[in-house]
Nanobody, 116 residues
């Protein structure tokens, strides 16, 4: 099983980034997918979640209206489009997969930095 995040980097405030998480080794279309983040000195928090079919999404209040989660089950990939980035969005972003039995997988994380 692998979840490989990519797309992180350094961006100026107000800028955009698109994170990707490529999955392999399990039945991707059977898993709800989420993005979490951990900022320096803070607990890990849920950013966004998408159902296995992509028909349902949820967002943390801090990112509503700025971030969009989506998935392509044909490509076994989940995305996080991040717009209007703020300094407080700086964190390591993690991809998470969870099925109805409670099986959970995590990616290794990708760093997002927001600075002028």
């Amino acid at each position: 099983v692998q979840l490989v995040e990519s797309g992180g980097g350094l961006v100026q405030p107000g800028g955009s980034l698109r994170l990707s998480c490529a999955a392999s080794g399990f039945t991707f279309s059977s898993y709800g997918m989420s993005w979490y983040r951990r900022a320096p000195g803070k607990e890990r928090e849920l950013v966004a979640r998408i159902s296995s079919t992509g028909g349902s999404t949820n967002y943390a209040n801090a990112v509503k209206g700025r971030f969009t989660i989506s998935r392509d089950n044909a490509k076994n990939t989940v995305y996080l489009q991040m717009n209007s980035l703020k300094s407080e969005d700086k964190a390591v972003y993690y991809c998470n997969a969870r099925d109805y039995s409670g099986t959970v997988y995590w990616g290794q994380g990708t760093q997002v930095s927001v600075s002028a």
